[in-house]
């Protein structure tokens, strides 16, 4: 699947090793930077998603969407990204997302104005639940920032693993460098993070914004 990540936030926060990893399937291992896991709460705008060979379709290829993720190493020790759910406003994208790639895709009223000056996002759950989880922010993105370790870390991740019925798989995420910003959090009203079994996050959260990046999904490759 090609698609483009648009109009990011990237929040994130510090979490004790062991609250995310008794989440994870087997052969996922939560990683560690500067002693903790780290959650990320990601709302952006997906755009231009088709398939190889095939015209994006306007609306259906276009939709704001929020991610909950953290960071781990698969059984062979390769870094990647695992969701623990992943809002949007498409039911055939969602519904797409759940069948042929197992990601724990979830419905829900969405919108997102982004301008220079400010991103603002607004989500609330519908299906399957629990039903009005939420996310509304808004961000006022920065100067760009040369990423340092703490960057790489969070953003820099080329695999994405789901867990299927027969076991744990990994597709390919490949796109280039973040262009990444500073950013500058007026405003957030969340629950989707503990909607998705974590404790609630406390502190002030990381903040980068980027205008985003092209990305090419491969196919899933079964690992265990």
Same mark, same amino acid.
């Given at each position: 699947?090609?698609?483009?990540?648009?109009?990011?936030?990237?929040?994130?926060?510090?979490?004790?090793?062991?609250?995310?990893?008794?989440?994870?399937?087997?052969?996922?291992?939560?990683?560690?930077?500067?002693?903790?896991?780290?959650?990320?709460?990601?709302?952006?705008?997906?755009? #231009?998603? $088709?398939?190889?060979?095939?015209? !994006?379709? @306007?609306?259906?290829? %276009?939709?704001?969407? &929020?991610? /909950?993720?953290?960071?781990?190493?698969?059984?062979?020790?390769?870094?990647?990204?695992?969701?623990?759910?992943?809002?949007?406003?498409?039911?055939?994208?969602?519904?797409?997302?759940?069948?042929?790639?197992?990601?724990?895709?979830?419905?829900?009223?969405?919108?997102?104005?982004?301008?220079?000056?400010?991103? #603002?996002? $607004?989500?609330?759950?519908?299906? !399957?639940? @629990?039903?009005?989880? %939420?996310?509304?922010? &808004?961000? /006022?993105?920065?100067?760009?920032?040369?990423?340092?370790?703490?960057?790489?870390?969070?953003?820099?991740?080329?695999?994405?693993?789901?867990?299927?019925?027969?076991?744990?798989?990994?597709?390919?995420?490949?796109?280039?460098?973040?262009?990444?910003?500073?950013?500058?959090?007026?405003?957030?009203?969340?629950?989707?993070?503990?909607?998705?079994?974590?404790?609630?996050?406390?502190?002030?959260?990381?903040?980068?914004?980027?205008?985003?990046?092209?990305?090419?999904?491969?196919?899933?490759?079964?690992?265990?």
């Amino acid at each position: 699947m090609f698609q483009h990540w648009r109009h990011l936030t990237f929040l994130h926060w510090r979490y004790p090793v062991e609250a995310v990893q008794a989440l994870l399937p087997p052969g996922l291992t939560a990683q560690e930077f500067d002693g903790s896991a780290w959650i990320g709460l990601v709302p952006f705008l997906m755009d #231009r998603v $088709r398939a190889p060979f095939v015209p !994006p379709v @306007p609306w259906l290829s %276009r939709f704001p969407e &929020t991610n /909950v993720r953290t960071y781990v190493s698969g059984p062979d020790g390769s870094q990647g990204i695992w969701f623990f759910s992943l809002d949007a406003a498409r039911m055939p994208a969602v519904l797409a997302g759940r069948s042929a790639y197992r990601l724990p895709y979830l419905w829900a009223r969405m919108a997102l104005r982004h301008g220079p000056g400010e991103y #603002r996002y $607004r989500s609330s759950r519908r299906w !399957p639940g @629990p039903r009005g989880a %939420r996310c509304d922010a &808004t961000v /006022v993105p920065g100067d760009p920032v040369e990423p340092g370790e703490l960057e790489y870390f969070l953003t820099y991740r080329f695999r994405l693993y789901a867990a299927m019925r027969r076991g744990l798989v990994v597709a390919e995420a490949g796109h280039g460098p973040w262009p990444l910003r500073t950013g500058r959090l007026v405003h957030l009203d969340e629950n989707v993070v503990e909607a998705a079994g974590l404790p609630k996050p406390e502190g002030e959260p990381l903040v980068h914004t980027s205008p985003g990046v092209g990305v090419r999904i491969g196919p899933w490759r079964r690992l265990l």
